[in-house]
């Protein structure tokens, strides 16, 4: 019974001091801008998140070449419309309308 009570009076202590020095979850330590594609037709290419691209020049893959940015083009233009002209444009031509009565 002694023994129990030690052991539960320990695990308390310990509980208290992780508190007590800055207890925090656990977090990933993953990089920031991790590859997220990976082409090895010929030498491999390396594609990170943010749009850079790295191929390799080795043959053991140590070394690495950053060989550019494939969102460096800019935006891509666009014509702006309104909803009429985009309605006009794409809706489906119908037939002539009604005309409502004038005599009521």
Not at 33 to 46: F, R, T
Not at 52 to 68: I, R
Not at 72 to 90: C, D, F, I, V
């Amino acid at each position: 019974m002694a023994r129990k009570f030690f052991y539960v009076c320990a695990a308390l202590l310990c509980l208290s001091l992780a508190f007590h020095f800055g207890y925090t979850t656990a977090r990933a330590q993953a990089p920031g801008n991790p590859v997220v594609a990976v082409y090895s037709g010929g030498l491999p290419l390396a594609l990170a998140a943010n749009g850079d691209a790295y191929q390799c020049t080795s043959s053991n893959g140590e070394s690495w070449v950053f060989k550019g940015n494939v969102f460096a083009g800019g935006p891509t233009p666009a014509q702006h419309e309104s909803w009429g002209q985009l309605k006009s444009r794409y809706a489906p031509k119908s037939g002539p309308t009604s005309q409502t009565p004038t005599d009521r």
